[in-house]
């Protein structure tokens, strides 16, 4: 398929990966963006492989310099897939599963509606997904909700979300009828970059191993 060849790639060395996560970036900022970087090295760290790609609109902007707005959602959809069906071939064995920050977030659960990416290859269990920092809604748009693709799946979904993330604050999204499986782990004060303030006597370093710390629990639970 090719899509390898454009990939940031994170494998563990010295260990036996089982299980990795294909890794969407959010609608500003692309693969290789400081936090994209610094989640997936302390995911491998933890030995979780990671494969970074980035969506068509963020190849363009790389090239030509000039900003512009995302994808439409299926072609969005359909460049997941596609790096997903590649990450399978190229590593049969390990059992990939779905992330995103933000944006990379929302089109994962998407795809999880797809009848060829629910189920595991290797687990022969429903795909998972995790989201860090999802887009529950607009910023200043609270009414504009995002949750239906959410309600749609039975798929188990993780979502690493900032209390005081303005695309869904915890007191927001506590008003929310969301289903059982939607998991949602609460970072104290952080953004929507999960990044807390200072006076808050929290750092990024804390959550940034909570969060690792989550996904290897929540991904161990469908390991084969």
Known sequence: MGCENDWLVNIPSGVECSFGLIFA?????GKDHDFMETVAQALCNAGIAVIRFNFPY?????????????????????CFKD??????TVY?????????KSLGGRVATHLLADSDATINPVTKQKRSAICFGYPFHPPQKPE???VENLNAI????LIL????????TSEEVKNYSLN???NIIWLEDGDHDLQPRKRSGYTFEQHLVEMVNRAHEFLNRSEP
Do not use: C, Y
Not at 83 to 88: C, D, I, P, T, V
Not at 92 to 100: D, E, F, N, Q, T
Not at 154 to 157: F, I, M, P, Y
């Open 161 to 168: 979300q900032g209390t005081r993330d303005i695309f869904g």
């Open 92 to 100: 049969p064995s390990i059992a990939w599963s779905l992330a995103g």
């Open 144 to 146: 504009t909700l995002r």
């Open 180 to 182: 059982a499986n939607v």
């Open 154 to 157: 039975d798929n188990e979904l």
């Open 58 to 78: 963020m190849d363009t902007i790389k090239i030509t310099g000039k900003r512009r707005p995302p994808d439409k959602m299926d072609v969005l959809i359909n």
């Open 25 to 29: 970036h959010g609608a500003g900022a």
């Open 83 to 88: 790096n997903l069906a590649a990450a399978e």
